[in-house]
């Protein structure tokens, strides 16, 4: 089981470094000091930056856009979810966007096959999403058991011809035809998730996705589960010698991610315009925004619930700033670099700091 | 420089009216929909009206934007391509006030305040195809798309059945850019259309989007000839371009945008080589300035406008493959 | 169907390059014990400055050393970032990769005045080799026709860090560093000079590969044109664990698939299985080699 | 007077509000073995970083051969000739043996790496201490002693004449440190300075000249060794009297609680194939395995516990484990405490709560009250100093993270407890109370393994001890038979040994102060590192100074 994950000790930490008190506390100033390069790139194109941040919070808070951060917050919150599970014991888990595409194209499929069976029918064709996914994720055990090949680095292998795959599906047997684009047929109406009364764009995915974060945040926190994950993250040979199950626990962990990755894929589907539509799941950048959120957060839950509302945040706020004030999308983009590179050189300033003042070299 | 260009005269409120349009995907390297922004400006200047532009960016984005635009309460709202199929389906009917205007595709039965302009563009791409039949050496021609998808083939199917229909010899292989960025790959585009020359192809049908300029290029280095879509492209790469299957989106945004300004909203407007609303370059009246080759082939345009007439007058029916 | 002609291993090579480039890169680093998966926004800087830099001078070589240096100043902030202030290197480089899609599409409107694609007959382009005396050796004329003198270099440079690696001082200290910076500090090396370094010397490589993309392969900018590139580069680096003879091998294989699918795409096969073919491939041949280094196991005393 | 090479004057050294070393005054001398010792956390591997310059002290001078200096990194220590060989090896295991000597200091031709040149001089300071070192050999293949001579071959390499070794022996055989001492001997007869920094005050006794004591950073007491006694050292590092526990109740045996039958595993690498006939533990025993290390004693310890691969039967209070994973042999009733408690034994970045709950809260609702209650409960019964439970691992001393380990191990109260080398690095004071723990649990019933590379350890507990050489048991002796000469005849005598404990053993004379010949023939490379020393410290200094001016 050494091949599992070579590249663990460098990794894991890594990840340790961002010292627990530091990432909160350096939340507030590294948004503050990337609301400050947001202000000299919105200069820099013209822009008064009180205009270009009103309308940032205006894209986010304006009550006909909130349904919309909800509607992106969800898969967010998911993927980031997803990529945290295997995180928490030192394994990479970086084919979220095929696992994410198999959840939404086996959730389609299975829920064509049964049309009639209403909103429990879409409740099988979400378990076969996340099912199909979860195999696919833990096909990186045996991968990196028999086959020696790291588990960072068959996810993100195994990625491509998922999404591939999803395709081919929507592009030819599963395809809608007629309509000239590659996409699987409209779910009846009664498979559509029940909208919360707010909008059509927060439904029940967003309930489940809040559940699933919860799950994750009990297990990790108060289940023996949650601390053998924990062990291994922080020493393998220490987890493999208290008795842990290594493989157990790597394939428990991965199918977990793949399972989330794929339900989220299947709430997607089953949103408006309720259908899986080529490379609609992948465009958006869930799987990597979830990424980002999760190693910023180090997997810690509440990092997770944080770190995916600002991202959704500046997401959807972005759209609005560039809708309102007429910014380019390409300023959204280096608004969002801005506080990704402050916030970890802040957290890293603090724990250098407090290791200083500790008096370690 | 603001480097704002996506969106023009933003918060111009004033008491113009207002017209929004909603694009499927940053206009970024997309020509069709740099064509479509150009058509509505200049069609809102036309009817003294402003603009505004938004660009999404995946589906939640398309629907955020059009609520967006809704709230707004424009004279009106132009949204582009079968991306807003669904939405046009349900928006029309909630809103019955506002008018809507879809370029590119349509909704069945549509609403009636939803006025849609559609195209063939396969009309153009066969007579692309009946060019590159007549002047093919090798009887191989190929092409060069972004995506496998029912609605791109329009670029690819047309141009070997056109080639064919003159030169039943020939052999057509189109290729698909595909990877992580199909429409934004010139390298790889360029790596296909040198994989299309090294097969012995040397009539190559650019559809790739931002990759055209990196099959060009292959074309110009391998000796080849490629055509161009959308707009004029022969001016891209001089004496490597052919021809180009123009689509006039700007003209039909126009009509369409003047109908609804006059009061007459509604119906469905398809855009074929009649129309005038698809047509290539070489049969344009100023194509001698276009800098395109076939312009130095007169005997294969006059039997290239033998070929329009038949479609214009319904004697040939050229299959829409997106249709299949 | 023949697919092995000189044709095929000619567009291999100009395909592979700029992988190849920032793979070596990523390798040196890797080997310095830093993971640097910020090779993609790298390149990407580098791709634009080339061209912007080629458009306003109308000098190929000008365009090449300012990707050079663009590619540098962008590595600065993961060198600093992560070595200095000791920040997450992942995180950072993930920051520094959506910069630069941000700041390129910016600096493309302000700079040259377009969006989506720049292309333009002002823009200087790589000399292709075919164009000069060595497109009449015999084989290799036809080999490297429509390469660059970069694409070359990109090929030297494999042996080249390979030597460095094995014979030069530096490149002792740099692979003790990956393997133990504790026991490379208490014999006075300064560690995170080297490291720094590697990250710079990367950051250089994958400008070149910018340009070698942007001003050889084509001669354009787009957005995002990397496509992804400089993440293959990274998956590279893994498979090759930092040998640069290794990780030309995986480029090799990467690039082979890939050029082999658009072949088998010609002969029919849907677009969407000649994209998932390199990165199957690439699964399949890590298992095989795998497969054979258990059967001659190499002795494996002393692992932790 | 002797030449006084260094002088450290007044050095303290906080780390927060702890004290590590307490206006500490240290002389060396050109020609002694000067012995630091002290408890855990005494501030002794503080004290010798300072020297090495690789921590900068609050307050003191550095006088170096009658000059301040100041060290801002080792590379300026290196430079004023001072060597260290680090408690935890400071080696590259891939590269070979030769590739870690010239590491930092390179000797080059035309600006690339002289592999000719490098070759012969670490082969010539090699043959000149008579090592069976290969120069070409990988580093990760070497057992322990032999890693060590690298060490030392590293710092003669750089001309040192004052070499640190920061408790060289916790790892070595007896005939290994007999070995050292020897070699160190013959160092210091040449003039170099060394500091033995050591937790075994025999060792002291035996090798030191002058001995340092330490006790929460400040020095309690300094003189000559021979003016001293061991029990009097002990009480001035501790405060109070040591006394040594033995195993003087007689064995009260019950059923066997390990049982191994026809153990074999595979050569790997420079490794001998392991083969175990037979292996008993009985209830209400210590049984001991002696063995010089790397002749298959870890190996055998792990195929017991299951995290090695191996054929053959093992059997724990009478299941047969076999096939099952460390997980199922635990269950069975096996507790451990492996030899090296940072890799393996414990989680440096987590909490020294979850540490110790880990293994023994496996299933269900996890409250962190009831972990908190249990953690803490073990951490005051076994006296583990530091911190509170949520501090993490990582800020506890080497003996009470031993402690850590153990509480976990024992609070499992399994039948059969597996301990390697559990006072490795731990000070008498500690010492003391593991061997008290041990022999409690015996006590109690349950069947101990102890592995151990320290004789008078096993002496003292076990009741059998069975010694292995290649791979295989070669002789045992019941516990009124044990003696080190016994033991250690078993272990050296054995055919195969003797390659593998051949240690820096002086080429033809033996070692000794009056080697007047050898020590001043300029023309015999017989002091390579002086000969050596000046192209390679021009070469380092050459090197520092190209840094800073890249820094300038
Ligand atoms: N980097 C550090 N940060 C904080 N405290 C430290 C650090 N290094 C040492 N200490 C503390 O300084 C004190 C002295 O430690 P030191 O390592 O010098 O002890 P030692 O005598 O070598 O102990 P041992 O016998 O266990 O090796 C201890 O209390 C230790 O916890
Ligand atoms: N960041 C830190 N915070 C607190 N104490 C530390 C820190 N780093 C090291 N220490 C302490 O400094 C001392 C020196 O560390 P070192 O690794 O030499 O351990 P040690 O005490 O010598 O133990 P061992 O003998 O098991 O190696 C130890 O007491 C260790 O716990
Ligand atoms: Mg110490
Ligand atoms: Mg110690």
Redesign the pocket.
Same mark, same amino acid.
Request: charge should be negative; hydrophobic fraction near 30%.
């Given at each position: 089981m050494a091949t599992l994950a070579p590249d663990r000790p460098t990794v894991a930490a890594r990840l340790r470094r961002a010292g627990g008190r530091a990432v909160t506390g350096a939340a507030l100033p590294a948004l503050l000091a990337s609301l400050v390069v947001g202000a000299i790139v919105l200069l820099t194109a013209g822009t008064n930056p009180i205009t270009g941040y009103e309308a940032l919070v205006r894209g986010v808070l304006l009550d006909t856009n909130l349904p919309y951060l909800a509607a992106a917050f969800a898969p967010i919150l998911g993927m980031a979810v997803s990529f945290a599970i295997p995180l928490r014991m030192g394994e990479f888990n970086l084919g979220g966007d095929g696992q994410l595409v198999l959840g939404g194209i086996t959730a389609a499929a299975v829920a064509m096959a049964i049309p009639s069976w209403g909103l429990a029918g879409f409740g099988v064709a979400a378990v076969a999403g996340a099912a199909a996914a979860a195999l696919w994720a833990a096909l990186a055990v045996p991968l990196a058991r028999y086959g020696r090949v790291p588990v960072i680095i068959s996810t993100l292998l195994l990625g491509f011809p998922a999404v591939s795959f999803a395709s081919y599906l929507a592009r030819y047997p599963l395809t809608d035809k007629g309509t000239g684009i590659p996409q699987t047929p409209r779910l009846p109406d009664a498979m559509h998730l029940p909208a919360l009364p707010v909008s059509a764009y927060v439904n029940l995915g967003l309930v489940v996705a809040v559940l699933v974060l919860a799950a994750y945040w009990v297990v990790d926190a108060r289940t023996g589960t949650g601390l053998q994950l924990r062990t291994l993250g922080a020493n393998l040979r220490f987890g493999q010698y208290v008795g842990i199950d290594v493989g157990r626990r790597a394939t428990g962990a991965l199918a977990a991610s793949g399972a989330v990755a794929g339900l989220t894929g299947a709430l997607i589907v089953a949103g408006p315009p309720y259908r899986f539509i080529d490379g609609a799941l992948v465009t958006p950048g869930y799987t990597f925004t979830g990424v980002t959120v999760a190693l910023i957060a180090s997997g810690r839950p509440a990092g997770l619930l944080a770190g995916s509302v600002l991202f959704t945040a500046l997401q959807v706020g972005g759209t609005g700033m560039e809708r309102d004030v007429g910014i380019p999308r390409q300023l959204t983009a280096i608004i969002q670099a801005s506080v990704v590179i402050t916030f970890v050189l802040i957290v890293a300033v603090r724990a250098y700091r407090s290791r200083t003042r500790?008096? #370690?070299? | 420089a603001t480097g704002c260009s996506s969106s023009s005269d933003s918060g111009a409120s004033g008491d113009k009216p207002l017209i929004v349009v909603i694009t499927p995907n940053p206009v970024g390297v997309n020509e069709f929909l740099k064509l479509s922004v150009e058509g509505s400006k200049a069609a809102a200047k036309a009817q003294d009206a402003d603009v505004k532009v938004y660009e999404s960016t995946d589906p939640t984005s398309i629907s955020q934007n059009l609520q967006a635009a809704i709230d707004l309460k424009p004279k009106l709202i132009v949204t582009i391509s079968f991306s807003f199929d669904d939405l046009m389906k349900t928006a029309p009917v909630d809103n019955p006030d506002q008018q809507f205007l879809q370029v590119d595709s349509c909704p069945e039965n549509p609403a009636k305040n939803l006025t849609c302009a559609r195209f063939k563009e396969y009309e153009a791409v066969y007579l692309a195809g009946v060019e590159a039949g007549l002047l093919t050496k090798k009887n191989a021609i190929g092409a060069v798309a972004a995506l496998d998808s029912p609605f791109i083939h329009r670029w690819t199917d047309p141009f070997g059945e056109g080639a064919k229909s003159v030169n039943p010899k020939t052999t057509f292989s189109p290729l698909f850019v595909g990877g992580n960025n199909p429409f934004s790959d010139p390298a790889r585009a360029n790596a296909q259309a040198d994989t299309l020359a090294q097969k012995g192809v040397d009539y190559v049908m650019a559809a790739a989007s931002a990759g055209n300029t990196g099959v060009f290029q292959a074309a110009k280095a391998g000796g080849f000839f490629a055509f161009g879509v959308d707009v004029n492209q022969c001016g891209e790469a001089p004496g490597v371009v052919v021809d180009n299957a123009t689509k006039r989106v700007d003209v039909a945004i126009e009509n369409a945008v003047k109908a609804v300004f006059d009061g007459k909203p509604g119906g469905v407007t398809e855009y074929g080589l009649k129309e005038n609303g698809v047509g290539l370059t070489g049969l344009e009246d100023d194509a001698a300035s276009s800098g395109c080759v076939i312009t130095q082939h007169p005997d294969v345009l006059a039997k290239v406008k033998e070929v329009r007439d038949q479609i214009v007058s319904g004697k040939l029916v050229v299959k829409d493959p997106a249709a299949a | 169907m023949n697919v092995f002609t000189l044709g095929f291993v000619a567009a291999v090579l100009i395909a592979l390059a700029p992988v190849l480039l920032a793979a070596l890169g990523g390798a040196l680093c890797a080997r310095a014990g830093v993971f640097n998966i910020g090779l993609e926004g790298q390149m990407l800087l580098g791709c634009f400055t080339a061209v912007a830099v080629s458009a306003k001078t109308g000098s190929a070589l000008l365009g090449v050393l300012a990707a050079v240096g663009a590619g540098v100043l962008t590595a600065l902030v993961l060198a600093i970032g992560a070595i200095r202030l000791r920040a997450d290197p992942i995180v950072l480089a993930i920051g520094t990769n959506l910069l630069a899609v941000g700041l390129t599409g910016f600096l493309l409107r302000s700079v040259l005045g377009t969006s989506g694609t720049y292309s333009s007959p002002d823009l200087a382009g790589l000399t292709r080799l075919g164009d000069t005396w060595v497109g009449s050796i015999p084989v290799l004329g036809d080999v490297f026709r429509s390469s660059s003198w970069i694409v070359v270099l990109s090929l030297l440079a494999v042996p080249a860090l390979g030597f460095f690696l094995a014979r030069h001082p530096a490149g002792l200290r740099l692979r003790g560093i990956g393997e133990n910076p504790d026991a490379a500090r208490s014999l006075g090396v300064r560690v995170s000079r080297y490291q720094q370094t590697a990250i710079l010397v990367a950051g250089a490589l994958c400008g070149l590969a910018g340009a070698q993309l942007a001003l050889g392969n084509v001669q354009l900018f787009s957005e995002q044109m990397t496509a992804g590139r400089g993440w293959v580069a990274v998956v590279a680096v893994m498979l090759g664990r930092g040998r640069p003879w290794l990780v030309l091998a995986a480029c090799v294989v990467f690039g082979a698939a890939e050029a082999f699918g658009f072949r088998l795409q010609g002969l029919g096969l849907p677009q969407q299985a000649t994209d998932a073919a390199p990165y199957v491939i690439t699964l399949i041949a890590l298992l095989l080699t795998s497969a054979v280094s258990r059967r001659n196991p190499v002795p494996a005393g002393g692992t932790r | 007077m002797t030449e006084v090479r260094v002088h450290l004057a007044g050095i303290t050294k906080r780390?927060?509000r702890?004290v #590590?070393n307490d206006d500490v005054d240290l002389e060396l001398r050109a020609g002694e073995v000067h012995a630091v010792v =002290?408890?855990? =956390? #005494?501030?002794? *591997?503080?004290?010798m970083s300072v020297l090495y310059g690789s921590a900068r002290p609050d307050a003191g001078r550095i006088v170096a051969r009658g000059t301040d200096v100041r060290f801002d990194s080792p590379r300026d220590a290196i430079a004023a000739g001072i060597g260290m060989v680090h408690?935890h090896f400071q080696l590259f295991e891939s590269l070979s043996v030769t590739d870690n000597v010239i590491y930092g200091a390179e000797p080059t031709r035309r600006g690339l790496l002289d592999r000719r040149r490098a070759r012969e001089r670490v082969g010539a300071l090699v043959e000149e201490y008579g090592s069976p070192l290969s120069p070409t050999a990988a580093v990760g293949t070497l057992p322990m002693g032999l890693r060590q001579q690298v060490e030392i071959f590293k710092a003669l390499y750089r001309g040192a004449d004052v070499l640190i070794l920061d408790?060289p022996t916790a790892v070595l055989t007896p005939a290994e440190t007999a070995l050292l001492f020897t070699s160190v001997r013959r160092l210091a007869a040449q003039g170099t300075a060394i500091v033995l920094?050591t937790?075994k005050l025999d060792e002291v006794m035996q090798v030191s000249d002058r001995v340092t004591v330490?006790r929460q950073?400040a020095v309690v007491a300094s003189m000559e060794t021979a003016s001293t006694t061991p029990a009097a050292l002990a009480q001035a590092m501790t405060g109070r009297d040591i006394e040594t526990a033995t195993n003087d109740e007689p064995a009260v045996v019950g059923s066997a609680v390990l049982e191994v039958t026809d153990l074999r595993i595979p050569a790997e690498g420079t490794r001998a194939a392991v083969h175990c006939e037979r292996l008993e533990v009985r209830a209400g025993e210590i049984v001991g395995i002696a063995g010089v290390a790397g002749n298959g004693q870890s190996e055998l310890v792990q195929a017991a516990v299951g995290l090695r691969p191996a054929s053959g039967t093992v059997r724990i209070a009478g299941a047969d484990v076999s096939r099952a994973d460390v997980q199922g042999r635990r269950a069975a009733g096996l507790a451990y405490v492996p030899e090296d408690r940072g890799a393996v034994g414990s989680a440096r970045s987590l909490s020294i709560r979850d540490n110790l709950v880990v293994g023994h809260y496996r299933t269900g609702w996890l409250k962190p009250a009831v972990l908190r209650r249990f953690a803490a409960e073990l951490m005051t019964r076994h006296d583990v100093r530091?911190a509170g439970p949520d501090a993490s691992m990582a *800020?506890l *001393?080497? =003996?009470n993270a031993q402690k850590v380990v153990l509480a976990r191990e024992l609070a499992h109260r399994a039948p059969l407890l597996v301990a390697e080398n559990p006072t490795q =690095?731990?000070?008498v004071g500690a010492i003391e109370y593991i061997h008290r723990e041990l022999l409690a649990y015996r006590a109690a019933g349950h069947g101990v393994l102890l592995v151990s590379n320290e004789l008078s350890e096993l002496i003292a507990l076990a009741d059998r001890v069975h010694v292995m050489v290649d791979g295989r048991f070669v002789a045992a002796f019941e516990r009124d038979e044990l003696s080190e000469q016994h033991l250690g005849a078993a272990m050296t005598n054995a055919a195969g040994a003797a390659a593998v404990t051949a240690a820096l053993a002086p080429p033809t004379e033996p070692a000794g102060p009056a080697d007047p010949a050898h020590a001043a023939d300029p023309a015999h490379a017989a002091d390579p590192a002086g000969a050596e020393r000046s192209a390679v410290v021009a070469a380092a200094e050459e090197e520092g100074r190209a840094d800073g001016d890249a820094r300038a």
């Open positions: 500790a008096g #370690a070299r | - | - | 780390f927060g702890v #590590a =002290g408890e855990n =956390g #005494a501030g002794k *591997s503080t004290l408690q408790e920094v937790h330490l950073g530091g *800020s *001393s080497g =003996g =690095g731990v000070d």
